[in-house]
């Protein structure tokens, strides 16, 4: 068993003895008698630090005894300084902690229960079984970081296993045996829980909780959260970004909001025009191909090489050529080549999809062209991987040819 230091006023360093060290595939795992370093558990991160001076990059449980993976041997029955690095070990506190507040909270304010707990490098996420609204999550963090800011006391009691059926916590614990960790928040005002993991003496020392992100999840809301050092560094990003938007807009951070809003809209009615000349455009290219088309059977078969369009170029005329309201059953096929090969769309009016489906002929342009693509009876766009050549043009059309005088 291994004695775990850091529960004693979250010690960084103790004295040890080396019990086992063991070669595995990317270094040595070495088993102490007691540590300070903290092993992956409770969703917490593991710390890093030092055994003498082998690098201990993970810890790890084993039962009751915890092994770190270090860099370096360390010989059994050496006696060693463990050290824990500061900074990982106090990031990791305060986003437990922060956790711990959070889940708190979400309890008392809207009986939401914590069923998921993720500690990353860069985030954290709890995993709520209640959809909260936009305005439940901000009274969330709002009440979460007063909380922090009362800078209310952090304390622990360990209790057996079998006496937690008398102790109210927020998450019921069933079947635990032997010495059992409870943590609490302003005497379980904020919080309370089973917990191993590593905590700030008041809760002021976590800064700040600041949501990143939210989201509905399996019945539920998965909030993403940073705290402390990490929500300082995501309100400086955020500040920077600021900035610069102020200084691209010439525009005082209270107004930047307006000043985009208005760029949206001119964006927006600057996009709906060109749409519009874009269909227009269309428009009058498919009455040109439509008066120079060969008719096959009564209907009108266009196979033209698009050069300088772009996909949604090729679908507007052959929507154009097509649409419902045409008077002239029509079957259309376009190509624009590209750097990457050429893109295709296909079209028919309703009546030449009688004698040639789209699906069809997208089958055979795929397997002429060495093609990807699908769609319906009416429409199907796709991509090729080689640029269309005037053989491919003749062959196709063919293939048109003898399907509508079939």
Not at 98 to 121: C, D, Q, T, Y
Not at 135 to 151: D, T
Not at 227 to 238: H, K, L, S
Request: with cysteine; charged share 25%; aromatic share 6%.
């Amino acid at each position: 068993m291994t004695k775990r230091a850091y529960y004693e006023n979250g010690a960084l360093e103790c004295e040890a003895t080396v019990l086992r060290c063991r070669a595995v595939e990317n270094g040595f795992e070495i088993l102490t008698d007691v540590t300070s370093i903290f092993p992956e558990s409770g969703g917490q991160l593991s710390d890093t630090g030092f055994i003498g001076n082998s690098r201990v990059t993970h810890a790890r449980e084993e039962g009751s005894e915890v092994w770190h993976l270090c860099d370096k041997a360390v010989e059994a029955g050496a006696k060693v300084k463990i050290a824990a690095d500061a900074g990982p070990r106090l990031d990791h506190t305060q986003q437990h902690s922060g956790e711990h507040i959070l889940s708190g909270m979400a309890s008392k304010l809207f009986g939401a229960k914590n069923v998921g707990f993720h500690m990353a490098e860069d985030y954290a996420t709890i995993d709520l079984d209640t959809q909260l609204t936009h305005e439940q999550i901000k009274e969330l963090q709002r009440e979460a970081n007063r909380a922090v800011q009362r800078n209310v006391p952090v304390t622990y009691e360990t209790v057996q296993g079998e006496e937690l059926e008398h102790i109210t916590l927020r998450k019921q614990a069933k079947g635990l045996k032997g010495d059992i960790r409870i943590v609490y928040f302003d005497g379980g005002e904020v919080d309370s829980c089973t917990c191993c993991g590593t905590h700030l003496a008041a809760t002021g020392g976590v800064g700040t909780i600041l949501f990143t992100d939210a989201q509905h999840y399996k019945g539920g809301t998965r909030l993403w959260f940073v705290c402390g050092g990490r929500a300082t560094a995501a309100v400086r990003t955020v500040q920077n970004i600021v900035s610069a938007l102020g200084k691209q807009y010439s525009t005082s951070r209270e107004e930047l909001p307006a000043a985009i809003r208005k760029q949206a809209d001119e964006l927006a009615s600057s996009k709906s025009e060109l749409r519009e000349k874009s269909r227009r455009l269309a428009s009058a290219e498919s009455v040109s191909l439509l008066s120079t088309a060969e008719r096959i059977k009564g209907i009108a078969v266009v196979c033209s090489v698009m050069d300088g369009s772009t996909a949604n170029d090729l679908k507007l005329t052959a929507d154009e050529l097509c649409k419902k309201d045409s008077t002239v059953p029509c079957v259309s096929l376009f190509f624009a080549p590209n750097a990457g090969g050429t893109d295709y769309c296909m079209a028919c009016t309703e009546d030449a999809a009688i004698k040639l489906s789209m699906r069809e002929l997208c089958t055979a342009v795929n397997c002429i062209m060495n093609g990807k693509g699908g769609g319906n009876q009416l429409l199907a766009r796709g991509k090729t991987t080689r640029t269309v050549q005037k053989s491919d043009c003749d062959m196709l059309r063919s293939y048109i040819e003898k399907v509508l005088k079939s």
